[in-house]
Protein backbone atom coordinates (compact mmCIF):
# COMPACT_ATOMS: atom_id res chain seq x y z
CA UNK A 1 0.00 0.00 0.00
CA UNK A 2 2.72 2.14 0.77
CA UNK A 3 4.14 1.73 -2.84
CA UNK A 4 0.87 2.46 -4.19
CA UNK A 5 0.54 6.23 -2.36
CA UNK A 6 4.22 6.88 -3.96
CA UNK A 7 3.74 5.20 -7.57
CA UNK A 8 0.69 5.01 -10.11
CA UNK A 9 0.35 1.18 -10.55
CA UNK A 10 -1.79 -0.24 -12.76
CA UNK A 11 -3.70 -2.22 -9.92
CA UNK A 12 -4.19 0.97 -8.56
CA UNK A 13 -5.52 2.95 -12.06
CA UNK A 14 -7.83 -0.01 -12.50
CA UNK A 15 -8.99 0.52 -9.10
CA UNK A 16 -10.08 3.67 -9.51
CA UNK A 17 -11.46 2.83 -12.93
CA UNK A 18 -13.76 0.33 -11.16
CA UNK A 19 -14.95 2.86 -8.74
CA UNK A 20 -15.74 5.48 -11.28
CA UNK A 21 -17.80 2.86 -12.86
CA UNK A 22 -19.56 1.97 -10.27
CA UNK A 23 -20.78 5.43 -9.39
CA UNK A 24 -22.08 6.29 -13.07
CA UNK A 25 -24.06 2.96 -12.76
CA UNK A 26 -25.28 4.01 -9.49
CA UNK A 27 -26.18 7.76 -10.73
CA UNK A 28 -27.59 5.99 -13.73
CA UNK A 29 -30.05 3.39 -11.84
CA UNK A 30 -31.35 6.31 -9.95
CA UNK A 31 -32.19 8.59 -12.34
CA UNK A 32 -34.13 5.99 -14.33
CA UNK A 33 -36.33 6.19 -10.84
CA UNK A 34 -36.70 9.87 -10.88
CA UNK A 35 -33.93 10.53 -8.59
CA UNK A 36 -30.35 13.17 -8.83
CA UNK A 37 -27.38 12.87 -7.45
CA UNK A 38 -26.69 15.35 -4.44
CA UNK A 39 -24.10 14.13 -1.78
CA UNK A 40 -23.22 11.45 -4.26
CA UNK A 41 -21.20 14.03 -5.94
CA UNK A 42 -19.18 13.93 -3.45
CA UNK A 43 -17.42 10.35 -5.06
CA UNK A 44 -16.36 12.83 -7.47
CA UNK A 45 -13.77 15.40 -5.87
CA UNK A 46 -13.31 12.10 -3.88
CA UNK A 47 -11.35 9.90 -6.34
CA UNK A 48 -9.75 13.03 -7.95
CA UNK A 49 -8.33 13.38 -4.66
CA UNK A 50 -7.05 9.86 -4.73
CA UNK A 51 -5.61 9.71 -8.02
CA UNK A 52 -3.66 12.61 -6.92
CA UNK A 53 -2.48 11.04 -4.05
CA UNK A 54 0.48 9.01 -6.31
CA UNK A 55 1.19 11.45 -8.52
CA UNK A 56 1.80 14.70 -5.86
CA UNK A 57 3.50 12.65 -3.03
CA UNK A 58 0.67 14.19 -1.23
CA UNK A 59 -0.57 10.89 1.07
CA UNK A 60 -3.39 13.09 3.18
CA UNK A 61 -5.10 13.02 -0.26
CA UNK A 62 -5.82 9.47 0.23
CA UNK A 63 -7.56 9.59 3.63
CA UNK A 64 -9.27 12.70 2.14
CA UNK A 65 -10.60 10.55 -0.99
CA UNK A 66 -11.21 7.95 1.02
CA UNK A 67 -13.47 9.68 3.30
CA UNK A 68 -15.28 11.44 0.54
CA UNK A 69 -16.51 8.53 -0.80
CA UNK A 70 -17.52 7.39 2.21
CA UNK A 71 -19.60 10.06 2.55
CA UNK A 72 -21.05 9.72 -1.10
CA UNK A 73 -22.00 6.32 -1.01
CA UNK A 74 -23.57 6.11 2.26
CA UNK A 75 -25.04 9.81 3.59
CA UNK A 76 -28.78 9.83 3.38
CA UNK A 77 -28.79 12.74 1.11
CA UNK A 78 -27.14 11.32 -1.25
CA UNK A 79 -29.69 11.22 -3.81
CA UNK A 80 -32.44 13.50 -3.99
CA UNK A 81 -35.81 12.88 -6.17
CA UNK A 82 -35.00 15.45 -9.60
CA UNK A 83 -37.48 18.08 -10.24
CA UNK A 84 -39.17 17.68 -13.71
CA UNK A 85 -36.96 20.48 -15.54
CA UNK A 86 -33.66 18.68 -14.53
CA UNK A 87 -34.26 15.90 -17.49
CA UNK A 88 -34.00 18.59 -20.33
CA UNK A 89 -31.87 20.75 -18.74
CA UNK A 90 -29.24 17.80 -17.44
CA UNK A 91 -28.96 16.88 -21.24
CA UNK A 92 -28.91 20.20 -22.31
CA UNK A 93 -25.84 21.40 -20.69
CA UNK A 94 -23.99 18.20 -19.80
CA UNK A 95 -23.47 16.51 -22.93
CA UNK A 96 -21.53 19.93 -25.03
CA UNK A 97 -19.83 20.50 -21.17
CA UNK A 98 -18.55 16.65 -21.43
CA UNK A 99 -17.69 17.03 -24.94
CA UNK A 100 -15.52 20.56 -24.29
CA UNK A 101 -13.62 18.95 -21.03
CA UNK A 102 -12.67 15.79 -23.23
CA UNK A 103 -11.23 18.05 -26.03
CA UNK A 104 -9.42 20.23 -24.00
CA UNK A 105 -7.94 17.14 -22.36
CA UNK A 106 -6.92 16.07 -25.71
CA UNK A 107 -5.19 19.07 -27.22
CA UNK A 108 -3.29 19.51 -23.89
CA UNK A 109 -2.05 16.12 -24.52
CA UNK A 110 1.54 17.81 -25.73
CA UNK A 111 1.56 20.14 -22.73
CA UNK A 112 4.03 19.63 -19.72
CA UNK A 113 0.93 20.08 -17.36
CA UNK A 114 1.49 19.41 -13.60
CA UNK A 115 0.02 16.33 -12.08
CA UNK A 116 -2.40 17.92 -9.97
CA UNK A 117 -3.91 19.79 -13.01
CA UNK A 118 -4.48 16.01 -14.67
CA UNK A 119 -6.33 14.87 -11.64
CA UNK A 120 -8.37 17.71 -11.51
CA UNK A 121 -9.08 17.24 -15.30
CA UNK A 122 -10.32 13.85 -14.91
CA UNK A 123 -12.44 14.68 -11.86
CA UNK A 124 -14.53 17.33 -14.33
CA UNK A 125 -14.76 14.87 -16.96
CA UNK A 126 -16.31 12.42 -14.68
CA UNK A 127 -18.47 15.27 -12.96
CA UNK A 128 -19.94 16.38 -16.14
CA UNK A 129 -20.43 12.72 -17.13
CA UNK A 130 -22.61 11.87 -14.39
CA UNK A 131 -24.40 15.07 -14.82
CA UNK A 132 -24.94 13.55 -18.33
CA UNK A 133 -26.00 10.36 -17.03
CA UNK A 134 -28.20 11.58 -13.95
CA UNK A 135 -30.17 13.46 -17.13
CA UNK A 136 -31.70 9.57 -18.06
CA UNK A 137 -35.18 8.36 -17.22
CA UNK A 138 -37.45 5.82 -18.02
CA UNK A 139 -37.97 6.16 -22.12
CA UNK A 140 -41.78 4.53 -21.76
CA UNK A 141 -44.37 6.78 -20.17
CA UNK A 142 -45.46 5.56 -17.06
CA UNK A 143 -49.59 5.10 -17.03
CA UNK A 144 -51.88 6.93 -14.95
CA UNK A 145 -51.35 6.95 -11.33
CA UNK A 146 -53.86 5.66 -9.18
CA UNK A 147 -54.29 7.92 -6.24
CA UNK A 148 -53.84 6.46 -2.95
CA UNK A 149 -56.15 5.46 -0.83
CA UNK A 150 -56.76 4.09 2.60
CA UNK A 151 -54.92 0.94 2.07
CA UNK A 152 -52.06 3.35 2.45
CA UNK A 153 -51.68 3.87 5.96
CA UNK A 154 -51.95 0.20 6.58
CA UNK A 155 -49.10 -0.22 4.55
CA UNK A 156 -45.64 0.22 5.02
CA UNK A 157 -44.25 3.62 5.47
CA UNK A 158 -41.26 5.77 6.01
CA UNK A 159 -40.75 9.70 6.82
CA UNK A 160 -39.21 11.87 4.26
CA UNK A 161 -35.00 12.75 5.16
CA UNK A 162 -36.32 16.24 3.63
CA UNK A 163 -39.64 17.43 4.21
CA UNK A 164 -42.33 17.57 1.52
CA UNK A 165 -44.87 19.42 3.23
CA UNK A 166 -44.88 22.57 5.31
CA UNK A 167 -48.06 22.96 8.00
CA UNK A 168 -49.36 26.62 8.58
CA UNK A 169 -51.90 26.66 11.05
CA UNK A 170 -54.76 29.24 10.21
CA UNK A 171 -58.09 29.88 12.36
CA UNK A 172 -60.26 26.79 12.16
CA UNK A 173 -58.04 25.03 9.18
CA UNK A 174 -54.63 24.00 8.80
CA UNK A 175 -52.64 24.56 5.35
CA UNK A 176 -50.49 22.30 3.31
CA UNK A 177 -48.09 23.52 1.42
CA UNK A 178 -46.07 21.44 -1.25
CA UNK A 179 -42.35 22.32 -1.02
CA UNK A 180 -40.85 19.18 -2.11
CA UNK A 181 -39.35 18.98 -6.26
CA UNK A 182 -42.11 17.15 -6.99
CA UNK A 183 -46.05 17.06 -7.15
CA UNK A 184 -47.64 14.72 -4.43
CA UNK A 185 -50.99 12.29 -4.66
CA UNK A 186 -52.40 13.03 -1.05
CA UNK A 187 -54.37 10.56 0.26
CA UNK A 188 -55.41 11.14 3.61
CA UNK A 189 -54.74 13.41 6.81
CA UNK A 190 -55.73 12.42 10.53
CA UNK A 191 -54.96 14.81 13.76
CA UNK A 192 -52.29 13.06 15.70
CA UNK A 193 -53.58 11.12 18.49
CA UNK A 194 -56.86 10.34 17.08
CA UNK A 195 -58.05 7.45 14.75
CA UNK A 196 -59.40 9.93 12.06
CA UNK A 197 -59.38 9.90 8.02
CA UNK A 198 -60.15 12.92 6.09
CA UNK A 199 -59.30 14.41 2.83
CA UNK A 200 -57.54 17.46 2.12
CA UNK A 201 -59.32 19.77 0.30
CA UNK A 202 -58.88 22.31 -2.14
CA UNK A 203 -59.56 26.41 -2.30
CA UNK A 204 -63.19 25.44 -2.94
CA UNK A 205 -63.79 23.07 -0.34
CA UNK A 206 -63.78 19.91 -2.66
CA UNK A 207 -61.45 16.64 -2.24
CA UNK A 208 -57.95 17.27 -3.40
CA UNK A 209 -55.28 14.09 -4.42
CA UNK A 210 -53.03 15.79 -6.66
CA UNK A 211 -51.10 18.81 -5.24
CA UNK A 212 -48.64 20.52 -7.45
CA UNK A 213 -45.50 21.73 -6.34
CA UNK A 214 -45.21 25.18 -4.64
CA UNK A 215 -49.49 24.30 -4.23
CA UNK A 216 -51.52 24.69 -0.91
CA UNK A 217 -54.41 22.44 0.17
CA UNK A 218 -56.25 23.04 3.83
CA UNK A 219 -57.29 20.55 5.90
CA UNK A 220 -60.67 21.28 7.30
CA UNK A 221 -62.45 21.04 9.80
CA UNK A 222 -59.68 21.62 12.37
CA UNK A 223 -60.17 21.19 15.71
CA UNK A 224 -59.01 24.00 17.96
CA UNK A 225 -57.08 22.43 19.92
CA UNK A 226 -54.85 19.87 17.73
CA UNK A 227 -51.56 19.23 18.68
CA UNK A 228 -50.20 17.27 15.53
CA UNK A 229 -51.24 16.14 12.40
CA UNK A 230 -50.37 13.18 10.45
CA UNK A 231 -50.70 13.43 6.20
CA UNK A 232 -49.86 9.82 4.07
CA UNK A 233 -48.82 10.47 0.09
CA UNK A 234 -46.61 9.18 -2.51
CA UNK A 235 -44.61 11.60 -4.76
CA UNK A 236 -45.80 11.89 -8.40
CA UNK A 237 -42.38 10.83 -9.50
CA UNK A 238 -42.08 7.45 -6.84
CA UNK A 239 -45.75 6.50 -6.51
CA UNK A 240 -44.32 2.64 -5.20
CA UNK A 241 -42.91 4.50 -2.12
CA UNK A 242 -45.40 5.20 0.40
CA UNK A 243 -45.00 8.22 2.92
CA UNK A 244 -45.96 10.17 5.76
CA UNK A 245 -45.88 13.63 7.07
CA UNK A 246 -45.58 13.99 10.81
CA UNK A 247 -45.57 17.13 12.89
CA UNK A 248 -46.55 17.30 16.27
CA UNK A 249 -46.03 20.43 18.81
CA UNK A 250 -46.38 20.96 22.65
CA UNK A 251 -49.78 22.51 23.70
CA UNK A 252 -49.55 26.21 25.32
CA UNK A 253 -48.82 26.16 28.67
CA UNK A 254 -47.73 22.60 28.70
CA UNK A 255 -44.70 21.56 31.36
CA UNK A 256 -43.18 19.57 28.71
CA UNK A 257 -40.94 19.97 25.77
CA UNK A 258 -41.12 18.28 22.55
CA UNK A 259 -38.39 18.71 19.80
CA UNK A 260 -39.81 18.05 16.79
Do not use: C
Not at 59 to 77: E, K, N, Q, S, V
Amino acid sequence: MLDTLTTLSWPYVLALFALSVQWLLAVWRQARVGRRPALAYLAVPGLAALLAAPLTQADPLFGLGAALLLIAAYAGGAYRAAPGEHHGRALRWGRPVFLLIAFLGGAAQALRLPPLVWSLWAGLLLLSLGYLLSSGRQSRRRGRVTAPGLALRFGPLSAPVWPDLELRLDGNQARLHNIGAAGLYLAGWSPSGENGWLRPQDATGQPLTLLPKGATALLSPWPSDQNGVRVWYVRENEPEVALVFRADWTPLNSPQRVLN
